[in-house]
């Protein structure tokens, strides 16, 4: 039998336009296989005068939110935590199922959006608010339900892989390769929350909180963007054998959850190593799975689309089937976080240093009083007068011991300005 349901779109920029033009022209399609009657009963905008680059009924483009009220499901395409949040929760209150983009929303407002949604018994679905046409959320929930995840490690931000896989290759500054992105339209005007790790946090506490079912906010992580990173590390590293990437980093303890945001060595022997361009990938390490990579495009219009159209789908098909709504949004526990400080890890550190005898010496003593092992040492040409950059790479060690340490390098007569430290994800 044929399921009529009746679609709102709010907001109809770059993702809405992609939505609409699928929905047109799938209508069919989606009758046929699925038995399933997608209609495009309205679209709010801001602008209605707006040019939308699209052929659509202009019958159903309004400004007025109220016009949502009138259809099963509604989609939140408009961004931000203000109008959107109120049309989200109006929708719920109003027993209506809601898909949305909305990374933003969903990090910041999850316990107010869940008891909304448990209140309501309605569905709240947002595949496309992490890594775009990425699946990653569905695999989560669906597919790797059987596992207890491990860890999990994303590149999810494609406007600062771009920018690092661009210096890397070329050699360029992050300022030049940052103009040169927003003049192509790959990165915002204010590219703040790209760059700082802003976003990539916001899309690590969605997909934390579900793979540990735990509540994880921004406050609970150490963020680091990619502003910092100079691009002569950037050939050092690539010398010994790593890209370097902004990672999205979430690992499971007994003692607590160590999730943090901040650019990291990857050996580009890894597959995550080899993700430029705009592209996401996410591994994921289930304790029975092993290893999973999901690879793909994190944004865009119609990689977006079709992640926001998939969502729609699948309330349409619950709903076809007359049985209990599954939940898809769940409840979270309160969790123990593991503070960066005690985080074991390996670093690549850069010290300018004076090039007499020595100095290694002093330096390596240092490193060995705070328990840190030295995995190797480049000692690069000098570059001014008698400073050398030295590049240290080393084993594993307590993140407070690493700064302690440096610490105590930056104060020595022979280690010129502040050195440089850059996890490792080996
Ligand atoms: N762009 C991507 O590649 C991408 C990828 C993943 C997730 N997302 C998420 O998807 C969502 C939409 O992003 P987008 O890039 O499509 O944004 P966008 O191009 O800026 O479009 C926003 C739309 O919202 C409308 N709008 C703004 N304020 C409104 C209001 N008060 N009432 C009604 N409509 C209003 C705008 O109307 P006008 O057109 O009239 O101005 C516009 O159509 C965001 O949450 C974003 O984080 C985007």
Redesign the pocket.
């Known amino acids: 039998m044929m399921t009529k349901v009746k679609v709102g779109i709010?907001?109809?920029?770059?993702?809405?336009i992609g939505v609409v033009d699928i929905l047109q022209k799938r209508f069919e399609e989606f009758r046929e296989l699925y038995q399933v009657e997608l209609e495009l009963a309205v679209v709010?905008?801001?602008?209605i005068d707006?040019d939308r680059d699209i052929a659509f009924d202009k019958a159903i483009l309004t400004?007025d939110?109220a016009m949502l009220d009138n259809v099963d499901i509604v989609v939140e395409?408009?961004?931000g935590d203000t109008?959107?949040k109120d049309v989200v929760l109006n929708a719920i209150h109003q027993k209506k199922h809601v898909v949305t983009?909305?990374?933003?929303l969903v990090a910041k407002h999850w316990d107010i959006l869940f008891e909304a949604v448990r209140g309501s018994q309605v569905m709240l679905k947002f595949e496309?608010?992490v890594a775009?046409a990425v699946p990653v959320i569905k695999t989560i929930q669906e597919s790797l339900i059987g596992n207890k995840i491990e860890e999990l490690k994303g590149i999810i931000n494609g406007t600062a892989n771009y920018i690092l896989s661009e210096m890397e290759s070329r050699g360029e500054s992050l300022a030049l390769i940052l103009k040169e992105a927003q003049d192509l339209g790959y990165a915002e005007a204010d590219p703040t929350f790209d760059i700082e790790g802003f976003d990539v946090a916001h899309k690590l506490c969605i997909l934390a909180s579900l793979a540990y079912g735990v509540k994880v906010e921004c406050e609970d992580m150490y963020i680091q963007g990619i502003t910092d990173l100079e691009v002569k590390d950037m050939a050092y590293i690539r010398e010994l054998g790593y890209r370097i990437k902004l990672l999205a980093i979430a690992k499971k303890y007994e003692k607590g959850l160590d999730v943090r945001v901040h650019p990291a060595l990857v050996p580009e022997s890894q597959i995550l190593g080899a993700v430029s361009g705009p592209y996401n990938a996410i591994d994921i390490k289930g304790h029975a799975s092993g290893d999973i990579l999901l690879y793909g495009q994190g944004?865009?219009?119609y990689p977006?689309a079709g992640a926001v159209v998939g969502d729609i789908l699948d309330i349409a098909r619950c709903l076809q089937k007359e049985q209990p709504l599954p939940f898809f949004f769940s409840e979270r526990k309160k969790a123990e976080f593991i503070p960066i400080e005690d985080i074991e890890n390996r670093y690549y550190i850069r010290l300018n240093v004076s090039d007499q005898p020595g100095v290694l010496a002093k330096i390596t003593n240092i490193f060995g009083e705070h328990a840190i092992g030295i995995a190797s040492v480049i000692q690069k040409e000098v570059v001014l007068e008698d400073q050398v950059p030295l590049v240290v790479m080393t084993g594993k060690a307590r993140e407070d011991n690493m700064r302690r340490s440096l610490d105590e390098i930056e104060a020595l007569d022979t280690v010129f300005g502040s050195p440089t430290l850059i996890r490792i994800e080996d």
């Open positions: 709010a907001g109809c920029g770059i993702v809405g709010v905008v801001r602008n707006s400004t939110l395409l408009i961004g109008v959107a983009a909305n990374k933003a496309a608010a775009g944004a865009g219009r977006t």
